[in-house]
């Protein structure tokens, strides 16, 4: 339980068998300077020496959680079902805290928010940047702020906790899109921080089932936007993706 004058963030790390990735993402964790940090770590059983990494740090863990699950979004539900901090943020195993004072620098933004927001940068897997997202974070954000795709990360959102609602377990790559949707249809004060505050590594699940995780997009973007609405958006996404390859192109030529 978080007992501080600051507002408690907990911190859940979902993690099954990437030994050369958790220790990593825990240190980027532990290593915050804001001190009202409550840091939950969800194992999925794994057998490949991530729990052996992840123990060495269990002294600094509120709750550690290994055993089997029904995929990546029940280990996150398990992880917000203990949950005790005024917001929650998802850093799962690979992905990074943007420096050590990112956390005190999203709270110092304003007072009392819903939702705090930022940018993200990409990294590979042998820690190089990858430069910005294509999907830039929005100036403002509302619900309807994904009607032209997933415009802010996963690692890059803080949500009060009472918002936070269980993940849709329909959605198996996807359902982070839905997850942050019905959070930011109840946030009444939304903020971007106006800087980068995390740091994603490239090539999860939903790239590797790249053709499920457009299909569970639509779905949940006609779920919430409507039918007609999210297919003329899809030319509006097509069009953007095509422009933004060409630009690349033409610079890396």
Do not use: C
């Amino acid at each position: 339980m978080i007992q501080n004058t600051q507002p408690g963030l907990t911190v859940i790390t979902v993690v099954y068998n990437n030994v050369q990735d958790i220790e990593r993402t825990m240190l980027s964790v532990l290593g915050q300077s804001y001190p009202a940090i409550e840091y939950i770590v969800v194992d999925g059983q794994s057998t490949d020496g991530t729990l052996q990494v992840i123990e060495q740090y269990k002294p600094k863990l509120a709750k550690l959680i290994s055993e089997k699950d029904k995929g990546i979004y029940d280990a996150m539900n398990k992880g917000l079902a203990l949950a005790s901090g005024d917001y929650v943020i998802f850093m799962n195993s690979g992905d990074e805290f943007f420096d050590a004072d990112t956390v005190a620098t999203v709270f110092a933004a304003a007072d009392n928010a819903d939702i705090y927001y930022g940018e993200t940068e990409m990294i590979a897997g042998n820690g190089e940047s990858l430069g910005q997202r294509r999907h830039k974070a929005p100036k403002k954000f509302t619900w309807r702020g994904f009607k032209y795709g997933m415009s802010i990360s996963h690692q890059a959102i803080y949500v009060r906790r009472a918002l936070a609602e269980p993940y849709d377990m329909q959605y198996q790559l996807s359902a982070d899109i839905e997850w942050i949707i019905r959070a930011a249809k109840k946030a009444k004060k939304i903020i971007n921080v106006n800087r980068y505050v995390a740091k994603y590594l490239v090539g999860g699940m939903s790239k590797k089932k790249h053709r499920q995780s457009l299909k569970e997009r639509f779905a949940i973007m006609k779920r919430y936007y409507g039918l007609i609405p999210t297919i003329l958006n899809h030319f509006v996404i097509a069009f953007n993706l095509a422009w933004y390859w060409l630009k690349n192109k033409r610079t890396n030529d």
